[in-house]
T-cell receptor, first 111, second 112 residues
Framework: GQQLNQSPQSMFIQEGEDVSMNCTSS?????WLWYKQDPGEGPVLLIA?????ELTSNGRLTAQFGITRKDSFLNISASIPSDVGIYFC???????????FGQGTTLQVKP | GAVVSQHPSWVICKSGTSVKIECRSL??????MFWYRQFPKQSLMLMAT?????????EQGVEKDKFLINHASLTLSTLTVTSAHPEDSSFYIC????????FGQGTRLTVV
């Protein structure tokens, strides 16, 4: 079945540093989504991408939908302690809302 | 963004009993909702697609008789874990789409 490979698995950075994580797939997706999950909570949508090549920003976050429709990256600039959490990419190949999730990237920020 | 509410946030039940989890779309209607399961330090795994007014569609390996799904209205889907066992202990999360997929807060189920 479809799988998303997300990397890196974890990151430990200093406050103020920039962060980059990415997801790749062997399958084409129509939609790429990036979520952040805090412990004991459901995922919160950060950025949604709907078109190949699309580059979208949300505050300090920037994400891009790869031209081939098989990859996406998320950048976080000038990280702050509240950026700590697990970041998931998710892809959808249909309009039903059914998602395939990456394995997640655990981000820790040292003040 | 759209709001999806899940209830309860956590539940502890005895082995052999059944537990019902509710998922509501608060400010939009959802003909389709999704139920995921998440084990500690793992990603979300889709369990089933809940379809309003019709039977749910289950992913491979998910027992439909154990995880009963009812989507009786455009704003409510329920997941009932029947005859729960300790191995059913997990974090259950629902989602509904309003453009993008929005998730509930999750339900921590502990079976003792």
């Amino acid at each position: 079945g479809q799988q998303l490979n997300q990397s890196p698995q974890s990151m430990f950075i200093q406050e103020g540093e920039d962060v980059s994580m990415n997801c790749t797939s062997s399958s084409i997706f129509n939609t790429w989504l990036w979520y952040k999950q805090d412990p004991g909570e459901g995922p919160v949508l950060l950025i949604a991408l709907y078109k190949a090549g699309e580059l979208t920003s949300n505050g300090r976050l920037t994400a891009q939908f790869g031209i081939t429709r098989k990859d996406s990256f998320l950048n976080i600039s000038a990280s702050i302690p509240s950026d700590v959490g697990i970041y998931f990419c998710a892809g959808s190949s249909s309009n039903t809302g059914k998602l395939i999730f990456g394995q997640g990237t655990t981000l820790q920020v040292k003040p | 963004g759209a709001v999806v509410s899940q209830h309860p946030s956590w539940v502890i039940c005895k082995s052999g009993t059944s537990v019902k989890i509710e998922c509501r779309s608060l400010d939009f209607q959802a003909t389709t909702m999704f139920w995921y399961r998440q084990f500690p330090k793992q990603s979300l795994m889709l369990m089933a697609t809940s379809n309003e007014g019709s039977k749910a569609t289950y992913e491979q390996g998910v027992e439909k008789d154990k995880f009963l799904i009812n989507h009786a209205s455009l704003t409510l889907s329920t997941l009932t874990v029947t005859s729960a066992h300790p191995e059913d202990s997990s974090f259950y999360i629902c989602s509904a789409s309003a453009g993008a997929a929005f998730f509930g807060q999750g339900t921590r189920l502990t079976v003792v």
